[in-house]
């Protein structure tokens, strides 16, 4: 399984972007498929998860209102859609496909997700 995130960019404060991750081998449908963050010197941490059918997100607390986690199983590709950006939000963003695909308190941990892409790196100027 392959994942390769797109899309990040370098945006003002107060601005949107929208990133992608397109999915290849096994089976997107099946998969809850989650955003991570990592700005530098930090650690990775949670940003949104959704089910493999679409039907349930979860997002974290500094992010919530803002952003939008979206998928398109015809394509194989789940979307972040960031409004409102803030200088914080500064990162590398990570897509990750757990093959359990219902959501749950546990799908902010990146242990639960088996397979991972590369970053795409976000800017958000002030």
């Known amino acids: 399984v392959q994942l390769q995130a797109s899309g990040g960019g370098l945006v003002q404060a107060g601005g949107s972007l929208r990133v992608s991750c397109a999915v290849s081998?096994?089976?997107?449908?099946?998969?809850?498929m989650g955003w991570f963050r990592q700005a530098p010197g930090k650690e990775r941490e949670f940003v949104a998860v959704?089910?493999?059918?679409?039907?349930?997100?979860i997002y974290a607390d500094s992010v919530k209102g803002r952003f939008t986690i979206s998928r398109d199983n015809a394509k194989n590709t789940v979307y972040l859609q960031m409004n409102s950006l803030k200088p914080e939000d500064t990162a590398d963003y990570y897509c990750?496909?757990?093959?359990?695909?219902?959501?749950?308190?546990?799908?902010?941990?990146?242990?639960?997700?088996?397979?991972w892409g590369q970053g795409t790196q976000v800017t958000v100027s002030s």
């Open positions: 990750a496909a757990d093959r359990y695909g219902v959501i749950g308190a546990s799908s902010s941990s990146s242990w639960e997700y088996e397979y």
């Open positions: 081998g096994g089976t997107f449908n099946s998969y809850a």
């Open positions: 959704i089910s493999w059918n679409g039907g349930s997100t």
